[in-house]
């Protein structure tokens, strides 16, 4: 395989690593570096293309692993196996799996009922457009609103109606460029959590539904994993990895002090540069 084709793969990984986890739309970005750029389907063919990005998403999805490592064994009962415990911040309670999986249904049950739907008739850069100053109004409401002391402080504090109510602000981010973090931070946020514990929370929840998600289309596209196009593969998964590990560990630690408004008005720049080059 080509430098060039394994360096698009490398600047692929970068992207989708940098961006899926930041409320900023990882689709809208994939539209100008891949769609108006680097075109992927021109030299991969469509379905190899869309199998790619299956597998540099899973490299994302490793990273919140990394990053939330300990909570994810809390989480499965896993303590004594790998004798790590969450330090407790807010007495005895702590979050539950089950909690987590209420959080999940909403958005799961749409995804899977409208799955064709959205696949066929919303991923257009019409529709990424619509998304990503949408979910950017979105955003600057949750901080204009948000309360200023904020009650739940960590994901601790977090129970089913609050998990609930995340669930279904994540739903939001079905509609391509709205940004699942965007949508599910800003609902945490004027629930009443802070900035870090609505981004910890989302984060954790993006994890099974990221993961199912991708593992059913990898699934479906099994066949495209030939020899020829697995470097390719390999090369963009580990760029996603990478950058996404870095963008979380630095957006975490940015989050409380700068909010959602600054990646809001990110968003909106965002949507008339696609506007500007696409049409």
């Avoid at 460029?177 to 959590?193: K, N, W």
């Avoid at 870095?246 to 409380?256: G, H, Q």
């Amino acid at each position: 395989m080509e430098f060039l084709t394994l360096f698009k793969a490398l600047i692929l990984g970068m992207v989708e690593g940098l961006t899926e986890f930041a409320p900023v739309s990882s689709t809208g970005h994939m539209v100008i570096v891949d769609d108006m750029w680097l075109l992927s389907e021109e030299f991969l063919g469509k379905y190899v293309a869309n199998t790619f990005k299956v597998v540099i998403q899973l490299g994302s999805i490793l990273a919140v692993v990394i990053v939330f490592r300990n909570r994810f064994i809390d989480l499965l009962g896993l303590n004594r196996l790998f004798k790590k415990e969450v330090k407790m911040e807010h007495g005895q309670s702590r979050l539950k799996l089950t909690t987590v999986i209420v959080g999940l249904i909403p958005a799961g049950v749409l995804g899977v009922l409208f799955e064709d739907y959205i696949d066929e008739y919303l991923f257009s850069t019409e529709t990424v457009l619509v998304g990503l100053v949408t979910g950017a109004v979105l955003m600057i409401i949750a901080d204009k609103f948000a309360p200023k002391k904020p009650q739940i402080e960590t994901v601790d504090q977090i129970g089913y109606k609050q998990a609930l109510a995340v669930g279904l602000f994540q739903c939001l981010a079905l509609w391509p460029g709205f940004s699942r973090s965007g949508s599910t931070i800003s609902g945490g946020v004027l629930l009443g959590m802070n900035h870090r514990t609505a981004a910890d929370f989302t984060f954790i929840m993006a994890v099974p539904i990221m993961a199912g998600a991708s593992f059913i289309s990898l699934l479906k596209n099994w066949e495209y994993f030939t020899l020829d196009a697995l470097p390719f593969f390999i090369v963009g998964f580990i760029s996603a990895f990478i950058f996404a590990l870095v963008s979380i560990k630095f957006f975490l630690k940015l989050i409380n002090r700068i909010k959602l408004v600054p990646f809001a008005i990110y968003r909106i720049v965002l949507a008339i540069i696609i506007f500007v080059l696409y049409f």
